[in-house]
């Protein structure tokens, strides 16, 4: 039986961890966590705020997900899309999922991600 996702992963590009660092902790606010050892080796990063973790892996032949996406919790998503804009990250919102107010973003190498809140 599934009781929760333990984490999302993403990838990128060979090089890119320092561009990843600056978007997940810098302008969504994230912490990195360290890898174990073994994992550290074939390079990427991981990242959480509370119970939510996303990892990030290379792949030699990266191509950015532009569809798949992790769906990502806020509160106050207005000042939330508001901090990601200041910082330099697009903000495109979408109001076509009934309940709830939320926005696409891209981090740095181009993986889609969505942020949203209930709404009311």
């Known amino acids: 039986m599934l009781t929760a996702v333990d984490h999302v992963q993403l990838a990128a590009p060979p ?5 990843l ?5 810098g302008v969504l606010g994230m912490t990195e966590i360290p890898k ?5 080796a074939r390079g990427g990063c991981w990242f959480q705020a ?4 996303l990892h990030v892996g290379i ?3 990266f ?5 798949a996406h992790p769906g990502l919790r806020v ?5 939330y899309a508001a901090r990601l804009a200041e910082r ?30 209930p709404a009311g």
């Open 15 to 19: 090089g890119s961890e320092d561009r």
């Open 21 to 25: 660092r600056a978007y997940y902790a």
């Open 36 to 40: 174990p050892p073994v994992l550290a």
């Open 50 to 53: 509370g119970a939510v973790q």
């Open 59 to 61: 792949e030699d032949d």
């Open 63 to 67: 191509r950015p997900a532009r569809k």
């Open 75 to 79: 509160t106050g998503i207005e000042a």
């Open 88 to 117: 330099g990250a697009p903000v495109t919102w979408d109001g076509d999922l009934p309940g709830h107010r939320r926005f696409y973003s891209e981090d740095p190498v181009g993986n889609r991600l969505e942020f949203l809140e």
